[in-house]
């Protein structure tokens, strides 16, 4: 077991953990004699390596950190304990005898150690306050956690529960830093036992009070999220009030405030632009952030004193409807913009000190090795029909359950997956997760991964509160809206403007800020870009303005060859992002054919490094695929038409329409192929209704041997 001050024959019990005099007086300034007089009295002579022996064997998954001050881990092989705990052979390679001076202990959190969570207060000072409104709320709660004191010191809360979520940000400094925060799901946390080099000020992490780390009490979802509603009281930054961005608890503005606005605007006159100045009113109730059926109200209440004729119900609900279509979050004018700036809390800069930014401990996750990393908004791309949902959902499927992602990049982090897919459908969706499951066997834990058929619009605040919420309940981690442009419409006509469609996607980001939720989009790119052997696809192929922007990291696919008839797709796949991570790679994959008994439906990926050769290789397959395609829709037309000898013209007419859509260049030259090849031969033909031959015609060389 390990040693606490409780535990301590000559330590007096304490239970006020802020006033706790040994622990205050020990600064951890890195005074050598403090710290061995600190270490001696509360843990004894112990080394590190026992430490992680008993938290190993307590089923809690431990690391080895680094002596350097960084906090960071010092195994490469680290993230397979996100996964699964060290075993005690681990833990002997990890602390061997002649390192326990140099080497300190961290523990990961979530699954792999019993749903382990930790509370971290970075400010020491909050800690009474925050004890004293949990046991306002909770009395006995806070009784039940695990206090760790860090070195700066700050406070590390630490517990089990049934549920808990990725790593997120409760509270903020005015500077934007985080002042609590929890470590969840993959994230870890140093330990006592620690060495003091460990920490860059030389401090120790030191247990003081609440159980051992090796017996962490459980409690329950409901007293966690107490425990967060406590944390969040203490953020210190407040949204400005010159905001409204739809949010319905706008600041020091009741709704009998935006009546009075609402009922100051122009009169709606027939004749006289009135149905233009309704639909205002419907949109500044809107934008000031009174929805439902308040919003309705407030509408009705507009109509009786302001509009003559007044509109009929119909005609108000339908003005009501595009309102809440076209509304951007954000987006100021009028009277109740002017309100909100006279009324509400000055705007604030938040810069932070260069020195203190450069003091904060700022280390970059990542969900998927050299590919996806942890909190950063990304962009899935490209042109229309190169499987960027079903790419999504492989994603998905191999963050929720730790599979390699397309069968080839490690997932370092697991997380839970929320995929809003508003294009697909729920068969054309399920067939492709069957596809997907069957060929990895991959194993997705019920709570792991959730699926929304819905079509929220990210112009709208209701509908963003109501994604932050399901990320927020649910614990997730990964978050997709599929497609954009069925869910980021800005008003009308405004879809090109960088600064208006920025408005929409900054709504969606801040919910990955404030939740610690990394936010994914699927794009389409323009038609430019859509060519079949083109280069990689870069952020400019992209459609619309504002999406390469928010953006900080990119997957975009683009087509190398056309789609075989048994659905084999060659696809080009190209990484980056702020991070700094980067990589270009060929993809093919193979679907299958649901309609075929022999080959059916599956999802078989070959990932290849791209290389120097790419472009040109992939050309020249495109150009050879595409003649072999063309050349079987030829042969494929004349066995339907029993051989009958057919013209260039003839067989382009019957492709005109055709989803194959064969121009009569690419007839031409698959006639020419198919001659060389001694599969077609020239013949005359007669035209319809006519009996006189004439020459021109084609028809397929082993008709007779193969039909006779």
């Known amino acids: 077991m390990i040693a606490t001050p409780q535990a301590n024959a000559d330590a007096t019990p304490h239970t006020n953990f802020v006033d706790l005099p040994e622990f205050q007086s020990y600064s951890g300034s890195g005074n050598e004699p403090e710290i061995l007089e600190a270490v001696r009295f509360f843990y004894g002579d112990r080394p590190a390596r026992e430490y992680a022996e008993s938290y190993q064997l307590a089923g809690l998954s431990v690391i080895p950190i680094k002596g350097d001050g960084t906090k960071s881990p010092a195994c490469l092989q680290w993230r397979q304990h996100q996964a699964a705990p060290p075993t005690a052979e681990d833990v002997a390679r990890y602390w061997f005898a002649d390192a326990n001076d140099a080497i300190g202990i961290a523990l990961i959190h979530g699954k792999v150690s019993g749903n382990s969570e930790v509370v971290d207060l970075d400010n020491g000072d909050l800690l009474q306050p925050f004890v004293d409104e949990v046991n306002r709320v909770a009395p006995g709660l806070f009784d039940r956690l695990t206090v760790i004191r860090t070195p700066r010191p700050g406070y590390h809360l630490a517990y089990k529960c049934p549920t808990i979520g990725g790593s997120q940000k409760l509270a903020r400094r005015a500077g934007g830093k985080a002042l609590i925060e929890t470590k969840g799901e993959g994230g870890y946390t140093l330990a006592p036992g620690s060495p003091a080099a460990c920490h860059p000020t030389g401090g120790l992490y030191l247990h003081i009070g609440g159980p051992q780390l090796t017996e962490l009490a459980t409690i329950t979802p409901e007293e966690r999220q107490i425990l967060f509603g406590v944390a969040r009281s203490f953020d210190e930054v407040d949204p400005p009030a010159s905001e409204p961005s739809g949010a319905a608890e706008a600041p020091q503005i009741s709704v009998d405030d935006v009546r009075g606005a609402i009922l100051a605007l122009p009169e709606s006159v027939a004749g006289e632009k009135g149905h233009d100045k309704a639909y205002r009113a419907a949109c500044e109730i809107l934008r000031w952030g009174v929805d439902g059926e308040a919003g309705r109200a407030l509408l009705d209440d507009y109509n009786a004193a302001r509009c003559s004729p007044a509109w009929s119900k119909a005609e108000l609900d339908h003005k009501w409807k595009e309102a809440n279509k076209e509304v951007l979050r954000g987006r100021e004018f009028g009277i109740v913009a ?8 000055a705007f604030t800069l938040d810069a932070v000190d260069f020195v203190d930014f450069m003091a904060e401990e700022l280390i970059q996750e990542y969900l998927v090795d050299k590919m996806v990393a942890e909190q950063q908004h990304l962009l899935i791309g490209g042109p229309k029909k190169v499987l960027k949902t079903c790419i999504g959902l492989d994603l998905g499927m191999s963050i929720a359950s730790g599979s390699p992602f397309l069968g080839h990049f490690d997932v370092l982090k697991t997380a839970k997956v929320l995929i809003v897919s508003a294009e697909s459908g729920r068969k054309t969706i399920q ?20 699926l929304s058929f819905k ?19 649910h614990g997730i981690g990964f978050a997709v809206i599929d497609p954009a442009y069925l869910c980021c419409r800005p008003a ?3 879809s090109s403007n960088v600064f208006d469609m920025g408005d929409v996607l900054y709504g969606f980001g801040a919910i990955g800020e404030q939740t610690g939720c990394t936010m994914a989009i699927m794009h389409h790119s323009t038609k430019g870009a859509n060519r079949t052997g083109a280069k990689l696809l870069d952020l400019d192929g992209l459609s619309g303005s504002g999406f390469a922007e928010w953006g900080r990291q990119f997957m975009l696919l683009n087509r190398l060859a ?32 649901e309609r075929d008994p022999i080959i059916g439906a599956r999802w078989g990926v070959d990932v290849q490094e791209w290389s120097d050769d790419a472009d040109e290789n992939a050309k020249a397959e495109a150009t050879t695929a595409q003649m072999e395609s063309d050349a079987e829709a ?3 037309f004349l ?9 260039e013209w003839g067989i382009y007419k019957a492709h005109r329409a055709d989803p194959v859509k064969l121009t009569q260049p690419r007839v031409a030259a698959a006639i020419r192929h198919l001659l060389a090849a001694g599969e077609l ?6 035209q319809k209704g006519q009996s006189t031959l004439r020459d021109g015609g084609f028809r397929l060389a082993d008709w007779g041997a193969s039909n006779g």
Do not use: W
């Not at 002017?338 to 809390?345: P, S």
């Not at 069957?434 to 792991?448: M, P, T």
């Not at 066995?639 to 013209?647: K, S, V, W, Y």
């Open 562 to 593: 056309p789609m075989t008839r048994r659905g084999v797709h060659r696809l080009s796949l190209n990484v980056g992002g702020s991070a700094r991570h980067h990589g270009q790679y060929e993809l093919t994959i193979d679907e299958g054919d």
């Open 634 to 636: 030829v042969k494929l």
């Open 431 to 450: 067939a492709t997760c069957n596809r997907i499951r069957d060929a990895r066997s991959i194993d997705v834990a019920r709570g792991a991964f959730r």
């Open 492 to 494: 009308k006509g405004e």
């Open 455 to 473: 079509r929220p619009q990210l112009a709208v605040a209701s509908h963003l509160e109501t994604i932050r919420r399901e990320i927020e309940e």
């Open 639 to 647: 066995r339907l038409r029993q051989n009958e000898p057919a013209t």
């Open 681 to 686: 031969e020239p013949c005359q033909y007669a």
């Open 338 to 345: 002017e309100r909100a700036k006279a009324g509400g809390k």
